[in-house]
């Protein structure tokens, strides 16, 4: 039961953690680069249903990410499996973008920015999970 509680805590977040990180970089696409750099333009995003829906996707897969994460981390030290589960999870959310035909009618320019932004999301979560994890908000799993 520990376990689980543990795990929800990990999840929980992570989850808050890309929230945020979505929501600075809808922000920061909005009033930086649609503005100024015209082949950016589609990354602008109105408050829709589009906007929340991939707002709750995005949460969601912080909360799968923080689990998995936490289970990675549990007896490894290796840094290679925490980059390569941090660049998994933030390749799979800017790909499902293309998948999804988001900005299909613009460049390709827009889904790497899409894909760096994944990437970024998932990396200040791994920081905020290795900080709570060092200040004891949760605990690594213990393996037996």
């Known amino acids: 039961m520990a376990e689980r509680i543990e795990s929800l805590k990990a999840g929980i977040i992570g989850g808050l953690s890309v929230c945020f990180n979505f929501a600075i970089a809808s922000l920061l696409n909005t009033l930086v680069l649609a503005k100024y750099f015209q082949t950016l333009g589609c990354l602008q995003n109105d408050v829709n249903w589009h906007l929340v829906v991939s707002g709750a996707v995005a949460t969601f897969t912080g909360f799968l990410f923080g689990v998995t994460y936490r289970y990675i981390i549990r007896s490894d030290k290796n840094p290679q499996l925490k980059a390569g589960g941090v660049l998994a999870?933030?390749?799979?959310?800017?790909?499902?973008?293309?998948?999804?035909?988001?900005?299909?009618?613009?460049?390709?320019?827009?889904?790497?920015?899409?894909?760096?932004?994944?990437?970024?999301?998932?990396?200040?979560?791994?920081?905020?999970?290795?900080?709570?994890?060092?200040?004891?908000?949760?605990?690594?799993?213990?393996?037996?």
């Open 89 to 144: 999870f933030g390749l799979v959310r800017g790909l499902t973008q293309i998948e999804l035909g988001y900005n299909s009618n613009s460049t390709i320019w827009p889904f790497f920015v899409l894909a760096a932004e994944s990437l970024f999301w998932f990396a200040l979560a791994a920081i905020a999970l290795d900080l709570a994890i060092q200040f004891r908000w949760v605990k690594p799993f213990s393996s037996i």
